[in-house]
């Protein structure tokens, strides 16, 4: 029976694919097996020496200290893609939300309660203030063409834009696929900042990309640009973009990671964290993490692991060593060698790397001493 403990409310959906004869699942198990979790912070928690995986339902991952848990054999997994969709709707209502001034008109016509019949009057009258530009034939720049990025461009472009698609670690492949769909991609952010009238977001905070749009980039940008960020708030430094909405060179700036000042700011359009609060959302993310976890715990596969390298493994297997470790090209010679020594018939090895954290699995079909290896976990799985 294996623990999986959850921090936060996760969806039934998702944990019904844990097989409540192998799996028992709840918020207050003292040494898990695996955690499960959304939005609680990991940083300050101090894990037990049984938590094995982390699957975190959703993508970001700011939440959990990636590599403390690597370096004590704690797999962490996220959830690309599962919650593409809802972010990409946002994005949309985004787009539109920065141009209309949308909210801001609907504020205004609450305030017309108690004028009576005067109110369409009123309403005709007061209207011309929050006009705004349609979105059709302005140009798009999308930062980071990921799973979210990718769905917004397609999107957006059925809305009659043009985009223009920046993304450092796109594969060729990938990059002719989004050119033969009229997409047109750069790879110098430059083209972003200079050429477009909407700018959207869709990048991993880390230290490369915390600030990426400040008072320098946005000063290349067109008079009047909208900036939508809906994916990390400390992605955009928030004195230069409310400097920048006050002098009028940003026209707008929506975003889903408000802070105190930018609330109350007219040039923003402040929303709560709303991404991925879909329940399609979030049962999507918690079958992905769920099936994840299983998989490590079960048969010993990395599947989107975020500080480990991916390594999908058969089903098949009499007997299996797993073998975290730090990167070394020799390892899985030292694991061979065991192997051998303790009369082990070797059946099939695996191995894989990512910065500087190995992955190797061996099947045999007896278990052998490998006690002299050093690694920073040793499991070892029987397939019943």
């Known amino acids: 029976m294996f623990n999986i403990l959850t921090l936060n409310k996760i969806s039934k959906i998702g944990l019904s694919v844990l097989d ?24 300050e928690m101090k ?66 309660k108690g004028e009576g019949e005067n109110v369409p009057k009123l309403v005709e009258k007061g209207k ?28 957006a ?25 009229g997409f047109r991609i750069t790879a110098d952010i430059e083209d972003i900042w200079s050429s477009c009238d909407y700018i959207s977001l869709h990048l991993p905070l880390n230290d490369g990309t915390r600030g990426i749009v400040n008072a320098e980039s946005i000063e290349k940008m067109k008079d009047g640009a909208r900036i939508i960020n809906m994916a990390r708030g400390e992605l955009v430094d928030s004195d230069d973009i409310l400097a920048a909405l006050d002098k009028g060179k940003i026209a707008a700036y929506v975003t889903d990671f408000p802070n105190e000042a930018q609330i109350s700011h007219p040039g923003v359009t402040a929303i709560p964290h709303l991404g991925a609060s879909t329940p399609e959302s979030e049962d999507n993310c918690a079958v992905m993490a769920a099936t994840e976890v299983s998989h490590y715990l079960e048969n010993g596969s990395i599947i989107h692991s975020v500080n480990y390298p991916d390594l999908e493994l058969p089903e098949d297997f009499t007997i299996r060593t797993c073998f975290l470790h730090d990167e070394n090209e020799k390892f899985a010679d030292k694991v061979t060698k065991a192997a051998k020594t303790g009369g082990a018939k070797i059946e099939n090895i695996y191995s894989a790397s990512k910065k500087g954290k190995g992955y190797t699995v061996i099947d045999t079909d007896k278990i052998f001493d490998a006690s002299d290896i050093k690694a920073i976990r040793v499991r070892l799985l029987k397939n019943n």
């Not at 028992?24 to 959304?38: E, G, H, K, S, T």
């Not at 979105?135 to 799973?147: E, P, R, S, W």
């Not at 492949?173 to 033969?180: L, T």
Request: charged fraction near 20%.
């Open 157 to 181: 472009k059925a809305l009659g834009m043009s985009i223009i698609g920046f993304d450092p670690f796109l594969s060729e492949a990938r990059n002719k696929e989004f050119r033969d769909k």
């Open 47 to 112: 894990l037990s020496d049984s938590t094995l995986a982390v699957a975190r339902a959703g993508a970001g991952v700011n939440n959990i200290p990636l590599s403390d848990y690597a370096d004590s054999g704690v797999v962490v997994f996220n959830t690309p893609g599962a919650n593409a969709n809802a972010v990409k709707e946002l994005v949309i209502c985004a787009l539109l939300l920065s141009s209309r001034k949308v909210a801001a008109s609907i504020e205004w016509a609450k305030s017309l």
């Open 20 to 43: 409540a004869e192998k799996y028992n699942c709840a918020d207050n198990i003292a040494d898990p097996d695996a955690i499960l979790v959304r939005s609680a912070s990991m940083h």
């Open 128 to 155: 011309s203030q929050f006009a705004g530009p349609e979105i059709a034939h302005k140009t798009l720049g999308v930062v980071g063409m990921g799973a979210i990025g990718a769905l917004v461009a397609e999107s």
